[in-house]
């Protein structure tokens, strides 16, 4: 994947284990955490972050992680008809760097990369109690569907799928 400049947002995959991307992960656990009790947080470690089957893109500005997301290339479940998908999961951007951009073009250049790869389907699961991702999401032509992957519909989860190259 080649590398994505978005006005001095330089986007680009890069391995998870660093130790400032760790920091903004701990810094989007913290969040979910408190938001959410553990059983209800469906978070990637490391580990799986670092999978052949998942891209992982570091957003910086000047150098510096601001940013962060993945996604999963899931194949086709019951719920998706079959249909192979991404599975959007770790997007973060730090607290004092919100409000640029930033967001926006690691998701532009996360749905870049299922496409370059032949995947058409995005899909997603959310807190309903994060209303910023919420409208990040929406924005981008997210909407709402079923639950899939799994995920339990408990109610404190919000499923969003979009479309590719529509």
Same mark, same amino acid.
């Given at each position: 994947?080649?590398?994505?400049?978005?006005?001095?947002?330089?986007?680009?995959?890069?391995?998870?284990?660093?130790?400032?991307?760790?920091?903004?992960?701990?810094?989007?656990?913290?969040?979910?955490?408190?938001?959410?009790?553990?059983?209800?947080?469906?978070?990637?470690?490391?580990?799986?972050?670092?999978?052949?089957?998942?891209?992982?893109?570091?957003?910086?500005?000047?150098?510096?992680?601001?940013?962060?997301?993945?996604?999963?290339?899931?194949?086709?479940?019951?719920?998706?008809?079959?249909?192979?998908?991404?599975?959007?999961?770790?997007?973060?951007?730090?607290?004092?760097?919100?409000?640029?951009?930033?967001?926006?073009?690691?998701?532009?250049?996360?749905?870049?990369?299922? !496409?370059?790869?032949?995947?058409?389907?995005?899909?997603?699961?959310?807190?309903?109690?994060?209303?910023?991702?919420?409208?990040?999401?929406?924005?981008?032509? !997210?909407?709402?569907?079923?639950? !899939?992957?799994?995920?339990?519909?408990?109610?404190?989860?919000? !499923?969003?799928?979009?479309?590719?190259?529509?």
């Amino acid at each position: 994947m080649a590398q994505t400049t978005c006005e001095s947002i330089v986007i680009q995959p890069e391995r998870p284990d660093q130790s400032a991307v760790r920091a903004l992960l701990d810094q989007l656990d913290t969040y979910l955490g408190s938001l959410y009790a553990p059983q209800h947080n469906h978070i990637l470690g490391i580990d799986e972050l670092l999978a052949p089957s998942v891209c992982f893109l570091v957003a910086r500005i000047d150098g510096r992680v601001c940013g962060c997301g993945a996604v999963r290339r899931m194949p086709g479940e019951p719920a998706t008809g079959g249909v192979a998908y991404g599975e959007l999961k770790r997007m973060m951007v730090h607290s004092s760097m919100r409000g640029q951009g930033i967001g926006s073009a690691l998701l532009e250049a996360l749905e870049r990369s299922l !496409f370059d790869d032949g995947v058409r389907l995005a899909l997603l699961e959310t807190g309903a109690a994060q209303a910023q991702a919420l409208s990040l999401y929406r924005r981008a032509g !997210f909407v709402p569907r079923g639950a !899939f992957g799994g995920y339990p519909d408990n109610g404190l989860s919000m !499923f969003l799928e979009k479309r590719l190259g529509t």
